[in-house]
């Protein structure tokens, strides 16, 4: 992968870009997109957002949203699009399985591949790029991208709110450990572009429905399973439970963290029973790696702290195997 620098003197062209994000994408996922995506257009090039399926509901105010294709729905449309791009961009993921989908368009696509991400262990499939663990966000980084390019003042109220959502998404809304001086640094720069941050958390946070706050005390109280001795609790969601409440994909998102608030509880898991697979969400504090954990035993992975995997066996059995594992491997 050759340095994301190399990149910019190719872009003075204006070109067709093609960018696109992880499936079930998430607020990083959605705001890097976007913020590049007017970030480009601005700088000349005709650019196509792709989403691998649905944006969530409390992501659809994002400027520019309304233009993306889904892939799921406007595979066509995509598809040419991808077909006709000088360049592709892949943002906060770095293997092309995860996109789920568009895997094999990308794999055969002989445009150079662009990545900007911050998940360890990049495939060596991208011409171009960067790939920073240590990083809050991937919208940090497409900040650091559009900086870099020398272009600081392009940034302007739309770009600041995409950045500012993934920002404030992958780091708990600022408490991470990933957060470092820097991301506050950036957030003063956003705001001083006229960024209306608490905007930001309101359409994030505050658009959940009546069914999904019933749904969170549902959980809470009768799927969630601590085993304090282990430093563990997971929460097991059935199709049945989610048809119950009526859920949809983006209801289930900060779920994982709940059981994290517990003293004491150090790995937090997340297994849901999806129409085609058992997923599993991982997020741990400290020591705990949870980027290994999903590797090992879950054919997943992301970061220290949060990761995420599947499972080809079914939900009761992923579950049994999920609680030998952490009787064996005792996380701490
Ligand atoms: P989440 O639990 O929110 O779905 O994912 C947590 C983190 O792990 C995210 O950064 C996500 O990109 C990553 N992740 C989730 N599932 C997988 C997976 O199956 N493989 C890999 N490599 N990373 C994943
Ligand atoms: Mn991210």
Redesign the pocket.
Known sequence: MLPIQDVFPLLQTPSKVFITT?H?P?GDAIGSMMALYHYLIKKGHTVTAVTPNEVPDFLEWIPGTKKMLNFEEQQQEALTALKNADYIFGV??N?FS?TKYLEQALTEATQPKILIDH?MFPSNLWNYGISIPEKSSTCEMVYDFINRNGDNELIDKNIAACIYTGVMTDTGSFRFAVTTPAVHVMVADLMSKGLDHARVHEEVNDSWTEGRMRFLGYVLIERMEVFKELNTAFISLSKKDLNLFNIKSGDTEGL?NYPLSIANIKFATLITERSDEVRL??RSKGSFDVNAF?RNYF?????FN?????SNLNFVETIEKFKKIISEVHPN
Not at 306 to 310: C, E, M, V, W
């Open positions: 992880h079930k998430d906060d993921f293997t995860r998940h994982v969400s991982f999903a054919e997943g992975g992301g970061h949060a990761s995420g995997g599947k």
